[in-house]
């Protein structure tokens, strides 16, 4: 075993937790599940196949993983961040095992590609694969940033390094399910598209550079797509994805996959810029107090909410 320890968030994962776990068993039995109070047997499965299970409330992702990195029962070297409805591949394992042994150590982070799947079927296209994300660290070298969307690793120093194999995003919970979830996002993109406007937060935290790392081009691209028109930007990057970026070469699964991610939802985000604007209009302090008692948002902090009085 290589000396790693994994961090995984749950509630609610019956569905995926077990293969979660027995991907991971192939590199290390170090795994740390910090689970929001879930009420299907998640733990139960979790403990039965040796993973440390703790609880604690839910507040933001990052609250939620730094919680973890803090609380990490094992002192391992490294570190990774695994999504419960995620698993490696047999390769990335067997490269795991062989990599942690000789990484240099000026190299903190390693990325690792993500391969999403969707109604059983690998997205290819669209500019879906690969998507590069930094999910194994040094201890002591990472933490996950505090963001509205899109909350990585960010290291603290040291040099990264790319991983050639695969982690897989393969949820198995029916549509009805993730047209919810993505519902639920979208408020918190709509924060995060405003705050490139208004800054609420007064600073920037991940520097935009199209040819930096994954998480500096994400938000050079972002930043660039909030300068677009409402309504006409979810258009434009459905095209972009589904024409393009041969999307449409994902047949039909990859129709009904990049239509709702790509236009569905992006003009969802966009429907709900809109209702802010038609009832709070455009002043900063405005749209902070209308967050605050429309949602409970405190958009200084993504980590922060309020109570609403009823």
Sequence with gaps: MIDLSVIILTHNESKHIERCI????????????V?????????QVAEQLGAVV?????????????????QNPFRTQWLMRMDADEFITDELAAELNTSLHTTPEAVSGLYVKRRVVFMDQWIRRGGYYP?????VWRAGTGICEELWMDEHIKLSSGQTARLQNDIVDHNLNNLTWWTQKHN???IREVIDLLNIKYNFDNKETVHPDFFGSQEQRTRYLKIKYASL????RPFIYFLYRFIA????????KGLIWHFLQGFWY?????????????????????IIKHFRTEYGKNLNSPNQSVQVRQ
């Design 22 to 33: 027995k991907s991971l068993l192939k590199v290390t039995d170090k795994i740390f599940i």
């Design 35 to 43: 689970d929001s109070f879930s009420t299907d047997d998640t733990v």
């Design 54 to 70: 703790v609880q604690n409330p839910w507040i933001s992702y990052a609250f939620q993983f730094n919680f973890g990195i803090q």
């Design 131 to 135: 998507i590069w994300l930094l999910r």
């Design 184 to 186: 639920n996002y979208s």
């Design 229 to 232: 028109p409402l309504f006409t």
């Design 245 to 252: 970026k041969a999307g449409f070469m994902d047949g039909t």
């Design 266 to 286: 992006r003009f969802l985000v966009d429907a709900k810029i809109y209702e802010v604007y038609r009832q709070a209009g455009k002043d900063k302090e405005s």
